[in-house]
């Protein structure tokens, strides 16, 4: 059975730092991709990082460019976000997830329950 299981989730202060972890099980993950989206309340879910196994390229969405970082250990399949200046909008939850695209919730295949980051002002 495949499992996602996110965690390092909490409250935090507008320019404070917070790292997400993502443990994944279940099989092998080599061959995909992982990763974070968020969703606030009421909008749609948008892609923040991710990053493909087999050659370690990464990508980021624009309104997360240059203040996280996405990383990993294939070997122990987990997953990092490392969230730095962080501002009241990137309040939400965040999911880790596996699939064979990169951007689009659709290409992607396993979903992690979520956890919640909420940035005060």
């Known amino acids: 059975q495949v499992q996602l299981v996110e965690s390092g989730g909490g409250l935090v202060q507008a320019g404070g730092s917070l790292r997400l972890s993502c443990a994944a099980s279940?099989?092998?993950?080599?061959?995909?991709?992982m990763g974070w989206f968020r969703q606030a309340p009421g909008k749609e879910r948008e892609f923040v990082a991710a990053i493909r196994w087999s050659d370690g390229s990464t990508s980021y969405g624009d309104s997360v460019k240059d203040r996280f970082t996405i990383s990993g250990v294939n070997a122990k399949n987990m997953v990092y976000l490392q969230m730095n200046n962080l501002k009241p909008e990137d309040t939400a939850v965040y999911y880790c997830a596996a699939g064979r695209g990169v951007r689009r919730p659709g290409d992607y295949d396993y979903w992690g329950q979520g956890t919640q980051v909420t940035v005060s002002s």
């Open positions: 279940g099989r092998t993950f080599s061959p995909y991709t």
